[in-house]
């Protein structure tokens, strides 16, 4: 998986060929999706879990491996999911989002998360691991806004196809039934409002998501 992913990664950053970056892109939200689930099972089990690679390195070097990847990827997303970005490139970054399973990692973490502060945008080379919940729980939210951003996209075809696949993303059954078929405006603007509501159910009592909101909103 590792060689696998830099080898995605280095054509990502080489290739200029526009229909082979968005490839790539939904690429590395598959390759993600194992990244995440290795990642979070690690930090939120009480059991050790031994990573079996080739060479000498430990788990703590391996999770802020997992944890480099991931902050990659959530840059790369927001990156993408830019105005300026054409809007097939950002149809890529919508689709390698959902793929990456990032945004259902949110009902995983609320439970743990814990109220000290950890500053926005904290990189890799800060990572310990008994605040590797934080930590990952802020790349979480990064996705999630990235997602609610591509969710106002001007085009369409954009946010009514990503309005359908987020839907999958919430945890209650309750929710699911209350979004109904409607027109393109109104129906993304109800999904938009059910991000913000599932977000407060998991995340209303941590002090960072509320820092992370008024962040969210000045900028």
């Given at each position: 998986m590792f060689q696998f992913w830099n080898e995605i990664v280095s054509l990502y950053k080489q290739t200029r060929h526009a229909k082979t970056?968005?490839?790539?892109?939904?690429?590395?939200?598959?390759?993600?999706k194992r990244i995440t689930m290795l990642f979070a099972s690690s930090i939120l089990s009480n059991e050790r879990i031994e990573f079996l690679v080739c060479g000498e390195i430990n788990q703590e070097e391996m999770l802020s491996w997992l944890f480099d990847c991931i902050v990659f990827f959530c840059n790369m997303i927001k990156q993408r999911s830019s105005s300026s970005e054409p809007a097939s490139m950002r149809q890529a970054a919508a689709e390698s989002l959902i793929a990456s399973g990032l945004l259902e990692q949110a009902g995983l973490l609320g439970s743990f998360v814990l109220n000290n502060q950890i500053p926005l945008g904290t990189s890799s080379s800060c990572f310990v691991k008994n605040?590797?919940?934080?930590?990952?729980?802020?790349?979480?939210?990064?996705a999630w806004f990235s997602c609610i951003k591509l969710l106002e996209d001007e085009d369409d075809s954009v946010r009514l196809r990503l309005s359908s696949d987020v839907?999958?993303?919430?945890?209650?059954?309750?929710?699911?039934?209350?979004?109904?078929?409607?027109s393109v405006p109104i129906q993304v603007d109800r999904v938009i409002r059910f991000c913000f509501d599932h977000l407060s159910s998991i995340f209303g009592h941590w002090i960072d998501?509320?820092?992370?909101?008024?962040?969210?909103?000045t900028s």
């Open positions: 970056q968005e490839t790539l892109v939904r690429c590395l939200g598959v390759c993600t605040e590797a919940v934080n930590l990952y729980a802020h790349q979480v939210l990064d839907q999958k993303c919430f945890t209650t059954e309750k929710t699911r039934s209350n979004l109904t078929p409607g998501y509320f820092d992370y909101l008024s962040v969210g909103i």
